[in-house]
């Protein structure tokens, strides 16, 4: 089976029901942004310190291919029976955060992305799923997107957050805080 099928050469792309939408169409950058989100996360997996998250974050990518084949689908004329991001990845989420957040220190002042590569890499994922959120609100507001899938985005970018925190804790790494200058 060849990759290629020239059917995109003029600009357009065909999603799940059979629609064809211009590359540049909402609903092609909400469900590429939360691929290129899955991609980072990628990167972060193969990033030395993070050996201990592996299977959560193997989780999340699976997470994330669910909710791309919803957002790659045309809502009214998919046939095809996708499966289910459920509201319990979203509490999950929460409740993983709350047991990473009890080992840390408090947060006097907001932190500046470095210290280690893994850590930084959880910075960027943070920033790719904030834009992935942001791309999905705007489909909602012309197509059906379930609440859920917005509240896993918000979640999972806090998530990133709360988890480049505890690497940095784990691995000694310096978070040096904002200090406003001016």
Request: hydrophobic fraction near 35%; glycine fraction near 8%; charge should be negative.
């Amino acid at each position: 089976m060849k990759v290629y099928t020239r059917t995109g050469d003029q600009g357009q792309t065909g999603i799940l029901g059979g629609t064809r939408l211009q590359k540049d169409h909402i609903r092609i950058e909400a469900y590429g942004t939360v691929d290129e989100l899955n991609s980072h996360i990628g990167v972060l997996r193969d990033t030395f310190g993070t050996a201990g998250y592996e299977a959560e974050l193997v989780r999340i990518q699976e997470d994330l291919f669910t909710l791309g084949s919803h957002l790659a689908s045309d809502p009214e004329k998919n046939k095809m029976e996708l499966p289910e991001l459920e509201q319990s990845r979203v509490t999950d989420l929460e409740q993983r955060m709350d047991e990473m957040d009890s080992d840390l220190p408090p947060m006097k002042n907001f932190v500046l992305p470095g210290g280690n590569l893994a850590v930084s890499q959880c910075h960027v994922v943070r920033c790719v799923c904030r834009r992935a959120e942001r791309a999905t609100i705007r489909l909602q507001s012309s197509s059906y997107v379930k609440e859920e899938q917005i509240k896993y985005l918000n979640r999972l970018s806090d998530f990133f957050f709360v988890l480049s925190r505890k690497l940095a804790h784990e691995l000694g790494a310096k978070e040096t805080p904002w200090t406003p200058r001016g």
